[in-house]
């Protein structure tokens, strides 16, 4: 399956195109799943992303060699991420789905960075943070743990060893970073800008990857489920609508 997979939620903005293939589990500790990227693509400019998204795809279809009508599907980062950008890449792989016939899915960004993150944990009891930045001093944030499958009470990312998933077990939010308590987090991941605010051991992964992205829309893509609806993750009311409001009032 040849899976098209952009984000816009952080200043990096990001496609790549990932192929995706179910496999036979060849032991408690591998995956069922093989995902490939082929290409991507990254530039990371917070005012950019208008521009650069549309020639970026196509770079990446011209890099692996692939045409349009080859594509499967389109994965899209929902968030959380400032008004601007993030409906950018909504409306762009809306676009694309559109004009190709293609179903298009929404993750949760922060899933897809805890997704590529979680490679680099290794005990059984991690707890991962992951921070991006959300302006205004503030920071966007969600906890990862790995559970028992039959448990998955949270929002699953991706598959862990011995039965496990990882999931989501709170966010996303938003906060200042001294209103986020490390808690029982062990690691963190995220924003190189944010994370040395938490005394945690950092993993690499700053921003959402084409992978990452893809591995946590794998069992709808898999299923061929249909599409959820693609509703951004603001989590707070972009500025321009907060001036309005009180003027309104005034």
């Not at 499967?72 to 890449?89: D, I, M, Q």
């Not at 503030?138 to 499958?149: D, L, Q």
């Not at 970073?177 to 994370?195: C, F, K, N, R, Y």
Request: glycine share 6%; proline share 8%.
């Amino acid at each position: 399956m040849l899976v098209l997979a952009v984000d816009t939620a952080t200043p990096a903005v990001t496609a790549g195109l990932v192929a995706l293939e179910q496999t036979a589990q060849r032991s408690p500790t591998s995956p069922a799943l093989e995902i490939h990227t082929l290409a991507s693509r990254v530039t990371v400019d917070a005012r950019a992303h208008n521009e650069v998204l549309t020639p970026q795809i196509l770079e990446c279809l011209d890099a692996a060699g692939r045409s349009r009508a080859e594509l499967n599907a389109v994965v899209v980062g929902l968030g959380p991420g400032p008004f601007t950008g993030l409906r950018v890449g909504i409306a762009t792989a809306a676009a694309f789905g559109d004009a190709l016939g293609l179903p298009v899915y929404g993750v949760c960004s922060l899933d897809a960075i805890a997704a590529a993150a979680w490679r680099d944990v290794s005990a059984a009891d991690a707890e991962l943070l992951v921070v991006t930045d959300a302006r205004r001093r503030e920071v966007y944030w969600a906890r990862y743990r790995a559970v028992p499958k039959a448990a998955l009470a949270g929002s699953f990312v991706a598959a862990a060893p011995n039965g496990q998933a990882v999931a989501r077990v709170a966010g996303p939010e938003v906060c200042t970073p001294s209103e986020l308590e490390s808690g029982d987090s062990t690691v963190i991941a995220g924003s190189a800008s944010h994370v040395d605010f938490f005394d945690l051991p950092v993993l690499p992964v700053e921003t959402p990857s084409p992978a990452g992205l893809v591995g946590c829309a794998a069992a709808e893509l898999l299923a061929r489920a249909i599409p959820r609806p693609l509703t951004p993750l603001y989590l707070r009311r972009p500025d321009a609508v907060e001036r309005s409001y009180q003027a309104v009032r005034a």
